[in-house]
């Protein structure tokens, strides 16, 4: 594939795209070529975007387990999970595959639009109800509210939504939906990473592994899913170039040239954030958990997950071909912990660690991927694919 036929990826590939879309990709005439200066720019600008989700979604995972409010409480994954995954994101791929096969591109994009106009406002309004506590001041009068939605009743009675909130969370609410209809109109690439910082960070903070062991099983169960659709097979490609949703962070290539209005987009898919980014966060709580002052599992695997994104962009940019980042990032963000536990000896405290025991007593453990409820708290759990699958609780 040559480098103006190149079409975007989902969000395990991160690819150079020339064009203002896949479709005009394709049917471009004329072949863009970035400067040295806008190709640095753009891709600086996305490591930088990646960082921050991973970063601040680990501090955010450390104390958010300590919630009474249901929309804040984790999910955990368990290895049953883990294990599953690779096989329902398979299945989840070719079914979207086929659904762009069978129905017109125009009606399944606009539905699709539509689900994540709702999913991105609800993200975006948890992700700022920190900020907006910060901006308020103590004398703003602050009323507390509950949704409540229930099925059934007495003892079989099923919570389908159960969220609280107040004032404060209701302004997040009307910026996000602000933001919302800007991008349901424009699909403007700055509301695009609005959204898609939000589901990364909600997704980091929100989704936790229970140990070392089914992170491992995930992220190398992740791995061999990346390269098989990637090089294996065209059905992500073909799901790449006609899926539009804001799961993957851009940054445009001619910003220099022309502005907010650029179109030649560089791009970083979520889960190649969110998926090293759950595991980053779980050495960040093994971490604190061993009560030594000491970040050293957290700053290296964050150094590591640098690395492997740095390496991911020489490698498409000097092959001048889309990759799976996760082929990089994977092994450099269980290797360095790895290495480093063994040098320090704590490599069997590592694996024993469980997370799990530090969650609050009423968290529920995820049994499926992904799943959507009406909480912004669950919204970062639909990253490579668009289904709503049954949840169970512990």
């Avoid at 480098?3 to 479709?23: H, M, R």
């Avoid at 509950?146 to 004032?167: A, I, K, P």
């Avoid at 061993?290 to 695997?301: C, E, M, P």
Wanted: with cysteine; proline share 5%.
């Amino acid at each position: 594939m040559s480098e103006a036929e190149q079409i975007p990826a989902p969000a395990p590939v991160l690819d150079a795209l020339n064009g203002t879309n896949g479709t005009d990709a394709l049917n471009a005439t004329a072949k863009f070529v970035a400067t040295t200066e806008g190709t640095a720019l753009a891709y600086g600008s996305l490591v930088v975007m990646a960082l921050l989700p991973i970063f601040f979604g680990a501090l955010r995972s450390v104390t958010c387990s300590k919630s009474k409010n249901a929309s804040d409480i984790p999910e955990t994954i368990t290895s049953r999970d883990a294990a599953r995954f690779p096989i329902i994101a398979s299945c989840t791929l070719f079914g979207l595959y086929l659904f762009f096969k069978v129905f017109s591109q125009e009606y399944v994009n606009l539905l699709l639009s539509l689900y994540f106009f709702v999913l991105g406002i609800l993200a975006l309004s948890h992700t700022m109800s920190p900020l907006m506590g910060r901006i308020f001041p103590e004398s703003f009068p602050n009323k507390q509210y509950q949704l409540l939605f229930t099925q059934c009743s007495g003892e079989s009675r099923q919570e389908l939504l159960n969220y609280e909130f107040d004032t404060k969370n209701l302004v997040s609410l009307i910026i996000s939906s602000a933001v919302g209809v800007w991008y349901l109109l424009k699909k403007h690439w700055i509301a695009n990473n609005l959204f898609g910082l939000a589901f990364a960070l909600n997704g980091v903070e929100l989704l936790h592994l229970n140990n070392v062991s089914t992170g491992c099983i995930l992220l190398w169960g992740l791995f061999v899913y990346d390269v098989f659709w990637v090089f294996g097979t065209n059905v992500m490609v073909t799901v790449a170039k006609s899926f539009e949703a804001p799961i993957k962070l851009v940054f445009p290539q001619d910003l220099l040239e022309k502005g907010l209005g650029a179109s030649n987009f560089a791009m970083l898919g979520l889960g190649d954030i969110v998926i090293p980014g759950i595991f980053i966060a779980l050495l960040l709580r093994f971490d604190v958990s061993l009560k030594k002052n000491s970040r050293t599992y957290f700053y290296s695997s964050f150094l590591a997950y640098i690395f492997g994104l740095g390496l991911t962009i020489f490698v498409m940019h000097t092959f001048k071909h889309a990759q799976p980042a996760l082929l990089y990032l994977v092994p450099a963000c269980v290797g360095f912990p790895v290495i480093v536990a063994l040098f320090k000896g704590e490599l069997t405290e590592m694996f024993s660690y469980e997370s799990s025991q530090e969650v609050f007593p009423g968290s529920p453990r995820l049994t499926s991927f992904p799943t959507v409820s009406g909480s912004p708290a669950s919204l970062a759990r639909s990253m490579d694919a668009v289904s709503t699958l049954r949840r169970d609780t512990t």
